[in-house]
Structure formats: C-alpha cells, structure tokens
C-alpha cells in the first residue's frame, strides 16, 4: 500500500464539476473569493480584539492569500461550528439574492459600515457570504 498513487483509487464518478472547472458559486454565481476563516485557541502574533463580537481576529490584513485567524472568548456567542471548523468567505453583489433555498447559520446582519454578511451552511461546513456597499467601496479609494 506504500507505494500506491492517485490513480490507483478509485475515482470519483464523473457527475458535477470537474477538476479543472471553478465551483458553480464562481463559474455560475459570480461569487467572488474573500477569505478563509480559520478558528484558532491560540493566541497569535498582532491580533485584535473585537470586543463586541467577543473575538481575536489576526493575518488577514497580511495574509496574500486571504487568511484569517480567528480566536473566540469562551462566550462569545457565534455559534460552535464557527468557532470549531474554518470557513471560506465569498463576496456576492446581492446578499438577498444569494441566500436564496440555503441553509442560514447565521442571518444577515451589518458588522461594521457598509458591509452585510451572512453565514449558511454547505455540506456540513460554514460559508460566510459578503455583500459591500458600492458608495462605500468607491468613497474609500
């Protein structure tokens, strides 16, 4: 068994996407990629702190990749899946919209200006979904 490769197991039925084809939330949706939420207990270099939230939040604005690092306070209210399993972020153009038929972990809300966010969950795992005004996005730059 040491030496078997990717070829030798079984492969996955051919239905749905392909490797080389971009899930349907980009190919289809237009969902763009935002970041990855990883849940840490570790506290982790230049972290803040989000009182209201009852969170650390680190690296996303140095990550080149999108990475955020995410430590809760014991009761913080978010609930256990978000605290426990990373999640990948997506921002939408139309938060309503692509809500639609999914299965809401977290309801919309406005963390801070110009910005909605919802959690659903996917296949056993949290996907947060962000919609930013565009009058807010155009008076920052």
């Known amino acids: 068994m040491g030496n078997n490769t990717w070829a030798d197991i079984d492969p996955?039925?051919?239905?749905?996407?392909?490797?080389?084809e971009a899930p349907s939330a980009v190919?289809?949706?237009?969902?763009?990629?935002?970041?990855?939420?990883?849940?840490?207990?570790?506290?982790?270099?230049?972290?803040?702190?989000?009182?209201?939230?009852?969170?650390?939040?680190s690296g996303f604005e140095s990550s080149p990749y999108g990475i955020q690092w995410m430590r809760f306070d014991a009761d913080s209210r978010f609930p256990e899946m978000i605290k426990s399993v990373p999640h990948v972020a997506f921002e939408v153009d139309n938060l309503e919209a692509a809500l639609g038929g999914k299965e809401?972990?977290?309801p919309?809300?406005?963390?801070?200006?110009?910005?909605k966010v919802a959690?659903?969950?996917?296949?056993?795992?949290?996907?947060?979904?962000?919609?930013?005004?565009?009058?807010?996005?155009?008076?920052s730059k």
Not at 30 to 56: D, F, N, Q, S, V
Not at 108 to 115: I, K, L, Q, T
Request: glycine share 10%; charged share 20%.
């Open 119 to 139: 959690m659903i969950i996917d296949n056993g795992a949290p996907v947060e979904l962000l919609e930013f005004q565009t009058d807010v996005k155009l008076a």
């Open 27 to 57: 190919a289809v949706h237009g969902w763009r990629y935002h970041h990855i939420g990883i849940p840490t207990k570790t506290p982790r270099p230049g972290e803040r702190y989000l009182a209201g939230l009852k969170m650390y939040v």
């Open 12 to 20: 996955m039925p051919v239905s749905g996407r392909q490797d080389h």
């Open 108 to 115: 919309p809300n406005c963390p801070s200006e110009g910005v």
């Open 104 to 106: 809401i972990l977290i």
